[in-house]
């Protein structure tokens, strides 16, 4: 082992660490560290305001974060060096420590590679809504290695910047404006002419849809049980909510009061062998069964 890196400091520690001129020494290398992370500290709130206004969130935020760890960096070397460690030997050896650690944390080089592309492709950012594969959530922060997402049901997720490299991600907030979905069935025997006007008055009679652009109402295919009809209505993002539980409601009141049946799948059963004529019979039997039962 190198007794040219720790050993000497230690035992001159070791020897050293009841005396008054040693309390003295670390108490000023204390006083120096904590005046050096107090100054980065300052440093940073004040380059935190600068930028507020010029820099995108994500961004200000991995500033802040630099030079956080810079302070917290010279610090620890400024406290090495007045113990009388021998850094240029530490740090070699650290060198070596470096490669075995470096092979150990490929997936962590992975995601903060990923990390520079997403910052730098400015896909989403810091209070956007997003959807990861089934995980839905509000972006809390945006680091180099993963991002922090609250879920609507105040749930904290963190996912790997390297999945979300890999993964389909939807920005639902990207955009001031949406379009919401409703998927209608109707019946067979309605009038669809009838049927897209009155989507279309519940449409413009809605306080949380948009008139511009205009409602969509595609007449999709000839389902199981009947008709099936996209109506899409567009809104501002804010108000998903009200709009999804309004305009469902609409639905269901407008078409009662039109006279437009939303059906639900039937089935008619056939017993083979058995004839159509001799099924009221079978019935009025089984009635006179539970007549004479009861008496």
Same mark, same amino acid.
């Given at each position: 082992?190198?007794?040219?890196?720790?050993?000497?400091?230690?035992?001159?520690?070791?020897?050293?660490?009841?005396?008054?001129?040693?309390?003295?020494?670390?108490?000023?290398?204390?006083?120096?560290?904590?005046?050096?992370?107090?100054?980065?500290?300052?440093?940073?709130?004040?380059?935190? !305001?600068?930028?507020?206004?010029?820099?995108?969130?994500?961004?200000?935020?991995?500033?802040?974060?630099?030079?956080?760890?810079?302070?917290?960096?010279?610090? =620890?070397?400024?406290?090495?060096?007045?113990?009388?460690?021998?850094?240029?030997?530490?740090?070699?050896?650290?060198?070596?420590?470096?490669?075995?650690?470096?092979?150990?944390?490929?997936?962590?080089?992975?995601?903060?590679?990923?990390?520079?592309?997403?910052?730098?492709?400015?896909?989403?950012?810091?209070?956007?809504?997003?959807?990861?594969?089934?995980?839905?959530?509000?972006?809390?922060?945006?680091?180099?290695?993963?991002?922090? $997402?609250?879920?609507?049901?105040? !749930?904290?997720?963190?996912?790997?910047?390297?999945?979300?490299?890999? &993964?389909?991600? =939807?920005?639902?907030?990207?955009?001031?404006?949406?379009? $919401?979905?409703?998927?209608?069935?109707?019946?067979?025997?309605?009038?669809?002419?009838?049927?897209? %006007?009155?989507?279309?008055?519940?449409? &413009?009679?809605?306080?949380?849809?948009?008139?511009?652009?205009?409602?969509?109402?595609?007449?999709?295919?000839?389902?199981?049980?009947?008709?099936?009809?996209?109506?899409?209505?567009?809104? %501002?993002?804010?108000?998903?909510?009200?709009?999804?539980?309004?305009?469902?409601?609409?639905?269901?009141?407008?078409?009662?009061?039109?006279?437009?049946?939303?059906?639900?799948?039937?089935?008619?059963?056939?017993?083979?062998? =058995?004839?159509?004529?001799?099924?009221?019979?079978? !019935?009025?039997?089984?009635?006179?069964?539970?007549?004479?039962?009861?008496?």
């Amino acid at each position: 082992m190198n007794t040219t890196i720790l050993p000497d400091s230690i035992d001159h520690l070791f020897q050293n660490a009841f005396t008054p001129e040693f309390w003295r020494k670390a108490f000023s290398i204390l006083i120096a560290a904590v005046l050096i992370l107090v100054v980065f500290r300052v440093l940073q709130v004040i380059v935190s !305001r600068a930028i507020k206004k010029t820099m995108p969130e994500q961004k200000a935020q991995l500033v802040k974060k630099a030079i956080q760890y810079t302070g917290w960096v010279i610090a =620890i070397v400024s406290v090495l060096e007045s113990m009388g460690v021998n850094l240029s030997a530490l740090l070699g050896a650290a060198g070596i420590a470096g490669i075995a650690i470096g092979f150990a944390a490929q997936t962590s080089v992975s995601n903060l590679i990923s990390g520079i592309f997403l910052i730098s492709e400015k896909s989403f950012q810091i209070g956007d809504v997003i959807q990861v594969g089934d995980i839905s959530g509000i972006i809390m922060s945006i680091d180099l290695l993963s991002i922090k $997402l609250q879920t609507f049901d105040n !749930r904290f997720v963190r996912i790997p910047n390297e999945s979300i490299i890999k &993964s389909n991600v =939807i920005n639902n907030t990207r955009f001031p404006i949406r379009r $919401l979905d409703v998927w209608v069935s109707v019946s067979y025997n309605s009038d669809l002419k009838k049927v897209t %006007e009155t989507l279309k008055d519940i449409a &413009s009679k809605n306080l949380n849809a948009l008139n511009n652009p205009e409602p969509l109402i595609y007449i999709d295919k000839f389902d199981i049980s009947g008709v099936s009809i996209l109506f899409g209505v567009w809104f %501002e993002q804010s108000k998903l909510v009200d709009l999804r539980n309004s305009i469902i409601m609409d639905i269901q009141r407008r078409f009662a009061e039109e006279g437009i049946e939303i059906p639900y799948p039937k089935r008619d059963v056939y017993i083979k062998g =058995i004839a159509d004529t001799q099924i009221p019979d079978l !019935r009025s039997d089984r009635r006179g069964q539970s007549a004479g039962t009861n008496t």
